[in-house]
């Protein structure tokens, strides 16, 4: 297994590097505006992530033949350590973003993959471990529930705010691939507590029509209210009237 990973590191260190320096116009390179070299085949995803000097996450995706599957790897360079580990797992869709987090405040990183895969709807998928030295721990990260899932279908904005993992997503009438969107959005939050995450809503959701329904609920409460009272008044004026008549 170790030979695997070193000979996976070597080939991802050997592409990396030739896509660095793939561009021969010294002035280009050199330009901070410079187009960014596409990734050789079979890699189709790289993004480093620098959590502390000498400590770099190279998060890379691979495969041919298909981009519906494939499998990534995180390159761990521990270069003041003189370490270097590779981090492998099946890869559900294409990687769209890599983040970085400390959620748990216990000083060791969080590297969250998010991929995008698609059935009937655009789906995501978070790939989460821990990163304690040079061991990476599994997170499993937890899926969308019945009530979560009402009226979803994809089209997912991640982000870290207040090292917080962030995720919303536009509700649809319905789960149908035919659905028109309501208007509205969902907004969820997760934590990390003892390698567990957990998971609320911050808001509740909110579509623009709904006010028209409430105002349309509370019309026929004050029909009813000058019915009654109509009904009074010509309840008691008979009686009036009957009295004048016995005099």
Known sequence: MNLKYYFLLSTACIVLASCSNGDKNPATASSPV????????PFRFHKAIEVSPGQTYDVVSWGRGSL???????????SAGMKYTTTTGNLDGTITDVYNADMDTDGNPEILIQSKGKD?????????????????????FPKLTNSQRKGYRGE???YIREGKLVREFPIYESNDSAA?????????EYSLRS?????????KDSIAHSSNKAVVATAPKQEKKVTSSTKRRKQSE???????HRR
């Open 34 to 41: 410079a187009a960014k070299a596409a990734l050789m085949q």
């Open 68 to 78: 519906a599957v494939g499998s990534f790897a995180i390159l761990h360079s521990d």
């Open 120 to 140: 009937t709807v655009n789906y995501a998928k978070v790939y989460a471990f821990e990163f304690n030295d040079n061991d990476a721990n599994k997170l499993d």
């Open 156 to 158: 997912d904005n991640f």
């Open 180 to 188: 028109k969107p309501t208007g509205a959005r969902r907004q969820l």
């Open 195 to 203: 390698n567990s995450f957990s998971v609320k809503q911050l808001s």
């Open 238 to 244: 008979p009686k009036r009237k009957k009295r004048r």
